[in-house]
């Protein structure tokens, strides 16, 4: 997926959901295509509120219907991500560890690069942010 995509899906998101942070991911990134998929998986980080992470998912995926590609996006709330990236087997630390972040900083307000937490993943010279 290209850059122009990426950063017209980051502008929709940031005005549908004002989101803190957005990291893109992949759901299997040692499958010999998974870096040219025109698919995109996304993790939308939002503020700590009252409206569900449901209805923000909603809200999501209504701003991003016109563009013509698969998406999947989960949507978590800034304090159940910080709590659950602590955990080795959830889907947040695998995004953290391994995922890119699009948009937005980390809590020390560094852009940080992915962290490849295998051998395998490591040597992969495949990028897909």
Known sequence: MDQITIDEVVRQLRTALWPIAIYRFDDNPNEPDAGSRRDINLCVIVPDDQESTYHKSLKAYSSLRDLPFPKNIVVRHQSDFRKRSQ???????????????????????????????????????????
């Open 87 to 129: 955990w080795l087997d959830s889907l947040e630390w695998e995004i953290t560890t391994t995922g890119c972040l699009i948009y937005g900083q980390t809590e020390s307000g560094n852009r940080p690069r992915p962290v490849p937490r295998e051998k395998e993943l490591a040597s992969d010279s495949r990028q897909f942010c």
